[in-house]
């Protein structure tokens, strides 16, 4: 009888639904089973065809009891009886060699949607639930991000500090099923090729995360950021009123810095709100992926996501100054294209507005000219120079009442004393203009923390963690 006329065992049943493997692998199992006269059990043919590890036939072949022994309590000893139970023989478990097992951690396609209902029985504990689940748990919880890690427990990020969402530690196949549910036949393919993927995950009526998915000697872990519903408001985000001139500009530059997870990306989409709300202007932003959704109010707003709308970063800028923009935003600053290409935009009359990963402003000069070869610094300074407006770089410390963060800002506003030196290649002499320049909007981060210290929001000793002198923190 050919495979496809076959009656598909419970155990290959149970592989598709829990997305193990897809339907042609289990098709071709059964065909290479059918070949060998059905003397090899189904698991050990997964096994030597590298679909399935031993970790994961074991998986099977208990999740197989359990709905069995369901089936057999609502009378469905009938059904069961058609369904061979196909127990893995001791070869099944044996170690599988590595080859078997580089080909088992590969994702599989999704199996259909009309898997019986008892395979349910079959899913992971409760401590590995379904996404949407955990997702929902998280905001209910506050987390700003949602860890899944193979081999180790479920944890949330709530104020910057690592909280366990479970205690238990969901295996590899477990957290692999769940994360492979998030992701369309694309996005695995190009999780397969590359061994981690940047995506924006949508659940209707709950909302929009960041996610990263990556691979690593355990298995798949995946990283979710939440996406509030709309852009934050500078208040929302504690930033003071002063940060809103920085909108005022209509060309050039002005650049959102920190280290990760310090909120550059809800600082700057709180800008891009203000200017949709006062201007009537062309705004297009170009990110990986679209984070925050801005809806048209008095702007035209157009975003474009790296990968779904356009192939790079830098193709999307090209793009840029022949689509009449007037205000171009851009998720990060990556390489020296998209650096050059912003360059120029902002001197082209647009104003640019991009994030980078530098920890100070005198940082962040230094990692834009760096970036160029050194025969064409001295360009780029000038350029810089003329273009850049201003410089934001942030940090969040946990408030002192244990209520969420609040953000330590240091700030350069690009004056004509600032401009020269940058052009004369004398970066490190802004420090002092920093520390004077308040009349300007200017000020040091460690002097935002010390502002904090004193007023009592945050402790001295989680501000000694970010200050650079602490001298400023002596009682």
Do not use: W
Request: net charge positive.
């Amino acid at each position: 009888m050919p495979p496809e006329k076959q009656p598909v065992p419970l155990l290959g049943r149970l592989a598709v639904h829990l997305k193990m493997i897809s339907m042609e692998q289990l098709t071709e199992a059964l065909r290479v089973q059918g070949q060998g006269g059905g003397e090899r059990s189904l698991g050990a043919v997964l096994r030597e065809l590298g679909y399935l590890n031993p970790a994961q036939i074991e998986k099977l072949v208990e999740a197989q009891k359990r709905v069995l022994a369901q089936q057999q309590q609502k009378g469905g000893a009938a059904e069961a009886k058609s369904a061979p139970a196909a127990p893995a023989r001791p070869e099944a478990v044996k170690a599988a060699p590595p080859a078997a097992a580089r080909a088992s951690a590969a994702p599989a396609p999704a199996g259909p949607r009309n898997a019986p209902k008892a395979a349910a029985a079959a899913r992971p504990s409760a401590s590995t639930s379904s996404l949407e689940a955990i997702l929902r748990t998280a905001i209910e919880r506050g987390a700003s991000d949602v860890h899944l890690h193979a081999g180790a427990p479920m944890r949330l990020r709530i104020a910057g500090a690592f909280q366990s969402l479970d205690a238990a530690s969901p295996d590899a196949a477990a957290i692999e099923s769940i994360l492979l549910g998030a992701l369309d036949e694309k996005s695995r393919a190009e999780l397969e090729e590359r061994g981690q993927i940047d995506l924006c995950h949508e659940v209707e009526g709950l909302g929009r995360f960041r996610a990263n998915l990556y691979r690593q000697q355990r298995g798949l872990d995946g990283v979710f950021r939440v996406i509030p519903p709309r852009p934050p408001t500078l208040d929302e985000l504690g930033l003071p009123r002063a940060v809103a001139r920085l909108t005022s500009f209509h060309q050039g530059m002005v650049l959102v810095t920190g280290p990760t997870g310090c909120g550059k990306t809800s600082t700057l989409a709180a800008l891009v709100d203000l200017i949709n709300e006062e201007r009537s202007e062309h705004v297009l932003t170009v990110e990986d992926p679209i984070e925050f959704v801005h809806p048209a109010k008095r702007c035209l707003v157009n975003q474009r996501s790296v990968k779904h709308h356009t192939q790079s970063f830098a193709r999307a800028l090209r793009a840029a100054l022949r689509e009449d923009p007037d205000v171009i935003v851009i998720g990060e600053l990556r390489d020296l294209e998209t650096i050059s290409l912003a360059l120029t935009a902002a001197e082209t009359g647009h104003l640019v507005m991009a994030t980078l990963h530098t920890d100070n402003t005198l940082r962040t000069l230094n990692r834009v000219v760096g970036a160029f070869p050194a025969d064409q610094q001295e360009q780029v300074r000038t350029m810089l120079a003329e273009s850049l407006r201003a410089v934001i770089s942030q940090r969040l410390l946990p408030r002192a009442d244990g209520k969420g963060r609040v953000p330590a800002l240091e700030t350069l506003i690009v004056t004509k004393a600032v401009a020269n030196l940058i052009r004369e290649n004398k970066v490190f002499q802004i420090q002092s203009i920093l520390q004077t320049g308040a009349t300007h909007g200017m000020g040091l981060l460690d002097h935002s923390i010390r502002a904090h210290v004193q007023a009592g929001t945050v402790r001295r000793e989680d501000a000694l963690k970010h200050i650079s002198d602490p001298k400023l923190l002596a009682a």
